[in-house]
């Protein structure tokens, strides 16, 4: 069975700090596309940040220079690290992997989502 474990969420003040981590199981995890995805109160779910099997990188504009995401293949894990926080982060965070079967078609799986509140 595929599994998705997201950690590191919590509340943090504007201008703060979290690392989120996800951990994976059940998959060829080096075959995989991972992201992060986000969902606030009343809002459409997001993605934040990918990274591809050869590490390439890709954010969405909000969050350019402030997270990173990286990944371990050796740990099944990747990572998103969120500096500067700001309220507008605030969402449930969700764990993402992805690969093709026959191109364009793809099987994702989702984590359970971990909250982060930017709060003062």
């Known amino acids: 069975q595929v599994r998705l474990v997201e950690s590191g969420g919590g509340l943090v003040q504007p201008g703060g700090s979290l690392r989120l981590s996800c951990t994976a199981s059940?998959?060829?995890?080096?075959?995989?596309?991972m992201g992060w995805y986000r969902q606030a109160p009343g809002k459409q779910r997001q993605m934040v940040a990918s990274?591809?099997?050869?590490?390439?990188?890709n954010y969405v504009d909000s969050v350019k220079g402030r997270f990173t995401i990286s990944r371990d293949n050796a740990k099944n894990m990747v990572y998103l690290q969120m500096d500067s926080l700001n309220a507008e982060d605030t969402a449930v965070y969700y764990c993402n992997a992805f690969r093709y079967t026959y191109y364009p078609i793809r099987v994702d799986y989702w984590g359970q989502g971990t909250q982060v509140t930017v709060s003062s």
């Open positions: 059940g998959i060829i995890f080096s075959n995989y596309v």
């Open positions: 990274i591809t099997t050869g590490s390439s990188t």
